[in-house]
């Protein structure tokens, strides 16, 4: 089974973008760190990441016919799409959202996601290794 790995905006710059928040793993780096851990959970992935709205909802209206499961971190447009919580809505397997920093601990405009309405599970905070957690509780949600 196929996991779609998804990133949004301005993630195409992790490592060099903020570090103090995002830290210094490159998206290469998540990525490589990813499929490791999907492989050995018996998983394949798929990645994508862009900086535009209306390509993150092509990825996913992709991944209906390619993945089982998504794992998502929409960077900004969590904030702020309705499209892409539609087209969630519209995959039938299961979701993790995932934020490398802790959206709660900063503004109060990154407290609200329309992604987490969809999600099965969110997670905030672990830095790059949510990913990694992403997959293994993609791993149990697909055994189920
Ligand atoms: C982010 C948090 C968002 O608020 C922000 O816009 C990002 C990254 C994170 O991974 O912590 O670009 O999704």
């Known amino acids: 089974k196929t996991v779609a790995i998804l990133n949004g905006p301005n993630l195409n710059l992790l490592g060099r ?26 998983l394949e992935t798929c990645f994508f990441q862009s900086n535009h709205e209306g390509e993150i909802v092509e990825a996913i209206h992709r991944a209906r016919d390619e993945a089982a499961a998504i794992v998502i971190n929409p960077a900004a447009y969590t904030h702020t799409s309705v499209a892409i919580l539609d087209a969630l809505n519209a995959f039938d397997g299961p979701v993790v959202e995932v934020h490398i920093s802790n959206v709660h601990k900063r503004e109060d405009f990154r407290h609200h996601s329309y992604v987490s309405a969809r999600a099965d599970a969110v997670i905030a905070g672990c830095g790059t290794q949510g990913y990694t957690l992403a997959l293994h509780r993609i791993a149990t949600l697909l055994e189920d």
């Not at 570090?19 to 499929?35: F, M, Q």
Request: proline share 4%; hydrophobic share 25%.
């Open 17 to 42: 973008r903020q570090p103090e928040i995002y830290g210094a793993e490159t998206l290469t780096d998540v990525e490589t760190r990813c499929s490791d851990t999907a492989a050995g959970l018996g």
